[in-house]
């Protein structure tokens, strides 16, 4: 009786013992057996905790150990324990990041050269491999929802922007710029008129000198058989000379003029083209123009922004609605 | 040095039970108190070994204040009085032997041989040879009582304090009983208090006889003192006449 | 005595709660009299320590079987309902970790407590309380032992000791059942559910089981005690003795469950 009682308690009591003991480590992973310890550093530790998995292409490989910040205070080292005949990528570093929405984080072996755009922290230490961990989820959404939030000042600022008042100032500036240019291109028009008007004068005076020195020459070579006398002759190759300047002074005049009118023609066209511009703007035409003249346009831009906040501020809400199905 | 109680008081609640009881064994005698049922005899024996404390008065075991004593001394006091319960109190779990020995277990310099001699011995001493290896609840009323008493005498007490020991018990079985407690005297040189109401095993087994009655000691004298009193309510209840005990 | 008007209509409860908050502060003070007692009965170790070994069989081998079959078919409920529960977004991994969570932390530790306060505290109550109207309570005293050390200590320290295995015992009853269960009922592979069991596993909560249990182990038996002890009135009274040893540790498993999930987790 006794020895029968004193055999029962004990075998609860070492039944006890190893369902306890055993369940524990099973469920901790299992008993794991030599393993190799990795070291990482990071400039954040997310969310992750010493016992989740550490992943190497998918495939878990180990759990972490130990997160702690280095003493210096720069980063987190993170301790795990793999599996000892785990080849590890040359390149390795370790990038921390959420592994399903429930909380549970892991530290995932990957090769750096498929990971350019993260920014891996360099601890100067041996045998660190470099790390960085992602932002949460609940940091990505509030990236977003920063973001969300500038696009709604912009889209406020603009609408506060264009109002009816600017529209007007903008047109009367545009108008007075084409006046400006229509004086302008009258100006430059009267001008050059004078101009042509000097010119034809000067080669009109210069033809009649040309005439006159003709009938000035058939006279003088008449009167030369008569008088031969050098004089005369001087005379008429100075008279000869000046002609030929003044002809070429009309000719360079003329090319001044050609010039300026060229100018003076392109400045009208560009005045043109903005005053057309603006008209259109004005009676709506184009994108500028729709937004200045349509009021419920710019009310469905500033929309589709507050919309966008919505929708931004639901996923944070409740993830699982848009993402769940990339989770699992 | 004997027992001693002077003036003892005890209340239940609103119920007082002791009111001033007072009385002194001398040595080596067997005494009774006799009263109804009810009437606060068996708490007058647990005031003895310091199971209940009296609210006033003082309970005396050899010179010491029962009620004052630290539990060391109070444990030291019990090993020298032995208790036969009304129903016997034997641990039903155990033996009728297991039982007997109880006591001695606790006793230094007692190995396993000595108890089992000892305990031998005791059933000797109450006619239950052979029925050590029997559990309680497999005893006769009469053999329990007898199996209570060895317990009680096992550890060799110098007194002995039998709370009702023939009650329910048939008149052969309860003479069987009374003669025990006789013996207990004449062989064991105990000194007994004996609690009961019935007078016929009183006038057989006591030397002198106290008549409990309102809480107080109404009648203390000899078996042949008690049955010529001329006190009405005492010869009542000796008698069974309820007018005269009631005083109708 | 007439102070006002209203005295007489409402002296009766007033009088009748006054008189409960009394007896309640006066139970609890026998308690801790009782518990008193027993931390010094420790020394006397040479009155419990034989005893200790059959109260271990009594209070803790034979509540294994009873133990067992609760915790199996909470096991089966845990599965199918974590399964019903689950249905749709979340994977159904996750009926590996409610089960385990739940049997580990809650209903492990507390369905045990509770049952075995049944069984164990009401067992102890009645035999205790037959002990004490019997007088054999006042036999052990007048034979020297001191009671509390004789009964107290050895059933109470048994529920302590032993209660950590049954309860530890039962939780693996619990996950296995629904480990079944899951495989054959609700199509789901071994490696899903232990994926689900080990998702959240924490060492820390098979302390915080065994924890809970040493609790309600001392809890069950100690109030065992109490109410065996405190009996009177002879066979009715032992049965309200259990009785209120079943409510009243059971009230006191569920405080105190509440009370490590708020100072340990």
């Excluded at chain 1, 034809?200 to 008449?222: C, D, K, P, Q, Y």
């Excluded at chain 1, 057309?276 to 703007?281: F, H, K, P, S, W």
């Excluded at chain 2, 009655?213 to 006190?231: M, N, Y």
Aim: aromatic share 6%; proline share 4%.
């Amino acid at each position: 009786m006794e020895r029968r009682r004193e055999i029962l308690v004990g075998l609860v009591v070492v039944l006890g013992i190893a369902v306890g003991v055993v369940g524990t480590i099973w469920l901790q992973g299992g008993w794991r057996g030599d393993q190799l310890m990795l070291r990482a550093a990071s400039p954040s530790a997310g969310q992750l905790v010493a016992g989740a998995s550490v992943k190497f292409r998918g495939v878990a490989v180990g759990r972490v150990e130990s997160v702690a910040v280095v003493p210096s205070g720069e980063a987190v080292m993170i301790e795990m324990s793999v599996r000892p005949d785990l080849a590890i990528p040359p390149d390795a570093a370790v990038l921390v990041a959420p592994e399903s929405f429930f909380g549970d984080w892991q530290a995932e072996i990957i090769a750096r050269d498929e990971y350019q755009v993260h920014p891996f922290l360099e601890f100067p230490e041996e045998g660190v491999l470099p790390g960085v961990a992602l932002p949460d989820f609940s940091r990505l959404t509030a990236t977003a929802d920063q973001i969300a939030g500038r696009l709604t000042t912009i889209s406020e600022r603009f609408e506060v922007a264009f109002t009816e008042e600017t529209a007007m100032n903008l047109k009367n500036l545009i108008d007075n710029l084409g006046l400006i240019s229509d004086d302008l291109s009258k100006m430059i028009s009267q001008q050059a008129a004078r101009f042509d008007e000097l010119a034809v004068g000067v080669s009109e005076s210069a033809r009649e000198l040309a005439g006159a020195a003709r009938t000035a020459r058939t006279m003088l070579e008449n009167a030369d058989s008569l008088l031969t006398d050098a004089g005369v002759g001087t005379m008429l190759g100075d008279a000869g000379e000046s002609m030929r300047n003044l002809r070429t002074l009309t000719g360079d005049m003329r090319e001044a003029m050609a010039e300026m009118r060229a100018a003076a023609q392109q400045g009208v066209t560009t005045m043109n083209r903005l005053e057309g511009l603006m008209a259109r703007a004005e009676s709506g035409e184009g994108l500028m123009g729709r937004l200045l003249a349509d009021q419920e346009l710019a009310e469905g831009v500033t929309t589709a922004v507050a919309n966008l906040n919505t929708l931004l501020a639901d996923i944070k809400d409740n993830p699982t609605r848009y993402l769940s199905f990339s989770i699992f | 040095m004997s027992i001693q109680l002077a003036g003892v008081h005890k209340a239940f609640g609103p119920k007082k039970v002791l009111r001033g009881f007072t009385l002194t064994l001398r040595e080596g005698e067997t005494a009774a108190i006799v009263g109804p049922s009810g009437c606060g005899k068996s708490v007058l024996l647990k005031h003895l070994v310091g199971l209940l404390r009296p609210d006033a008065g003082t309970v005396f075991v050899d010179g010491r204040s029962v009620g004052d004593l630290r539990r060391r001394e109070l444990v030291e006091l019990r090993r020298k009085i032995g208790f036969v319960f009304q129903f016997a109190a034997l641990f039903d779990s155990m033996t009728v032997a297991a039982n007997v020995s109880m006591g001695l277990r606790r006793l230094p310099g007692w190995d396993r041989k000595r108890i089992a001699e000892r305990v031998g011995e005791c059933l000797g001493l109450v006619d239950l040879n052979g029925l050590g290896e029997r559990f309680p609840a497999e005893l006769s009323g009469g053999q329990r009582k007898r199996a209570g008493l060895a317990r009680a005498i096992a550890a060799s007490p110098k007194y002995l304090l039998y709370d009702e020991p023939t009650t329910g018990l048939d008149p052969v079985t309860t003479s069987v009983i009374d003669r025990l407690i006789l013996r207990m005297r004449d062989e064991l040189g105990v000194t007994a208090l004996v609690v009961t109401h019935d007078m016929t095993s009183a006038f057989r087994v006591a030397d002198r006889i106290t008549f409990l009655h309102g809480g107080k000691a109404r009648f203390t004298g000899t078996p042949a003192e008690v049955r010529t009193a001329g006190d009405d309510v005492l010869r009542g209840f000796v008698e069974g006449d309820p007018a005269l005990y009631y005083g109708l | 005595m007439v102070l006002f008007p209203v005295t007489v209509p409402l002296s009766r409860p007033l009088a009748a709660s006054g008189r409960s908050t009394l007896a309640a502060l006066g139970s609890i003070g026998q308690a801790s009299a009782l518990f008193a007692g027993s931390v010094r009965a420790l020394r006397d170790i040479g009155v419990w320590g034989p005893l200790l070994l059959p109260q271990m069989a009594r209070v803790g081998v034979a509540s294994v079987p009873i133990a067992l079959f609760i915790a199996m078919f909470t096991g089966i409920v845990m599965s199918l309902q974590a399964s019903y529960t689950l249905t749709g977004t979340i994977p159904l991994y996750f009926v590996g970790t409610m089960v385990g969570k739940t049997m580990i932390l809650e209903l492990g530790p507390v369905l045990t407590g509770l049952t075995l306060a049944g069984r164990v505290g009401a067992n102890i109550s009645a035999e205790l309380g037959t002990m004490r109207v019997t007088e054999q309570v006042d036999a052990l005293e007048t034979l020297a032992y001191n009671p509390i050390a004789y009964l107290v200590v050895p059933r109470t320290l048994a529920g302590i000791l032993m209660f950590p295995f049954v309860v530890l015992l039962a939780i693996a009853m619990g996950i296995m059942s629904g480990w079944l269960t899951a495989l054959q009922l609700l199509d789901m592979s071994s490696p899903e559910f232990i994926k689900g069991l080990r998702l959240f596993f924490e060492p820390w909560d098979v302390w915080f089981a065994v924890v809970k249990s040493v609790s309600f182990g001392a809890v069950v038996t100690g109030i065992g005690c109490f109410c065996g002890l405190q009996t009177d009135q002879g066979a009715e009274g032992v049965g309200r003795s259990a009785t209120r040893t079943v409510v009243v540790s059971s009230m006191i498993i569920l405080c105190l469950d509440a009370f490590w999930a708020a100072v340990l987790l």
